[in-house]
């Protein structure tokens, strides 16, 4: 009896048009291009400054251009999984927006919230769903934008962050030895006092006292949060390769969160692969959390090749992290 594998069939993309260089973030705080280069490898990051446009927008464009891309009829969507840590608002869900903008009327749609491991791990729930044999296509999308939780008044953090999104759409096939193959996760629960936001949530509502002590933007301890990453992420990685018998000559690329230019080249030598076997665009677009990973895919697709060994891995609030094992079902340079 064959067993029904989910596959990725194509990607869409989106990143804002403003792009908030290294000099111009020197003239709000005190730092340069030198020592963001050094110390986080990120260049340039696009931010979206349009007054009253959201997490949605960005999702929403990204799943456009998927749907043309692969020339998908929006009747045939079964359900639409947004990735998020920055919704649009505290309810309804991001994923609700979109889905209306889109005009999905056969789908149902919810947010997946697990930080910058949001689109690893909704990937890994779209695949359960297509194999459990319920559904036949999924549209997963990573989107953030990062820009309305950044303080840029904090040197250490700001220079990190960018808004943007991508989409993939998840498909069945009878087809043996493609698709998502394995996956690793896991979540230890320390992460709590290194990497949150102080208030806006339950514990902490909104007041004149939290807006007035900058309580509503990212806090990050960097130190913590890169030992763990580092460690976290190359393990994850190792542990995959080592289950499914890959090595350096089988892996076409590692796909990582794109979170600090460092951890990304950790990760690279712990599998003993070259840097040319990893897919990294830190350097343009900096950190856009749940959006990275299928970012770097969209920007990498023409050169997939049917059959690539590629591995996903991610590290975030939480702590969460993990990785993916998936096999690639098609040549980019037909869809890119």
């Known amino acids: 009896m064959s067993r029904t594998n989910a596959i990725i069939t194509g990607i869409g993309g989106y990143v804002p048009d403003y792009i908030l260089t290294n000099e111009e973030l020197s003239r ?10 050094t110390r986080v490898g ?16 960005m999702a929403r464009k990204a799943a456009k251009q998927l749907m043309k891309k692969t020339g998908t009829d929006p009747d045939s969507i079964d359900a639409l999984i947004v990735a998020t840590s920055t919704a649009d608002y505290k309810f309804p869900s991001t994923a609700s927006i979109v889905l209306g903008k889109l005009g999905l009327k056969n789908a149902y749609a919810y947010d997946f919230w697990a930080a910058c ?45 960018g808004d943007g999104a991508a989409a993939v759409l998840v498909e069945a096939t009878e087809e043996e030895n493609v698709g998502v193959q394995d996956s690793y996760f896991r979540c230890d629960g320390k992460g709590l006092p290194f990497l949150h936001m102080k208030a806006g949530g339950s514990v902490s509502p909104p007041s004149h006292f939290t807006v007035d002590h900058r309580l509503h933007y990212l806090y990050q301890e960097g130190r913590t949060v890169f030992r763990y990453a580092v460690t976290n992420m190359s393990e994850d990685c190792a542990l995959i390769a080592e289950r499914n018998h890959l090595d350096k000559d089988n892996i076409r690329f590692v796909v990582p969160h794109q ?50 060994n590629l591995i996903l891995t991610a590290f975030g609030a939480g702590f969460v992290h993990g990785a993916s094992y998936l096999k690639w079902a098609y040549d980019g340079e037909q869809n890119a």
């Open 28 to 37: 709000l705080v005190d730092t340069n291009d030198e020592w963001i280069m």
């Open 42 to 57: 990120i260049k340039e990051r696009r931010i979206l400054v349009e007054e009253g446009l959201g997490t949605s927008y």
């Open 117 to 161: 491991c949001g689109f690893l791990y909704a990937l890994d729930q779209a695949a359960m769903m297509i194999q459990s044999g319920r559904m036949k296509k999924i549209i997963v999308i990573g989107a953030d934008k990062m820009s309305s939780v950044t303080d840029y008044k904090d040197r250490q953090t700001c220079p990190l962050f």
């Open 259 to 308: 979170a600090n230019m460092r951890i990304i080249e950790a990760v690279a030598k712990r599998l003993d692969l070259s840097m040319d076997q990893v897919m990294v665009n830190i350097e343009h677009y900096g950190n856009t959390s749940a959006a990275t990973i299928p970012l770097a895919l969209w920007e990498h697709e023409h050169l997939l090749k049917k059959g690539d």
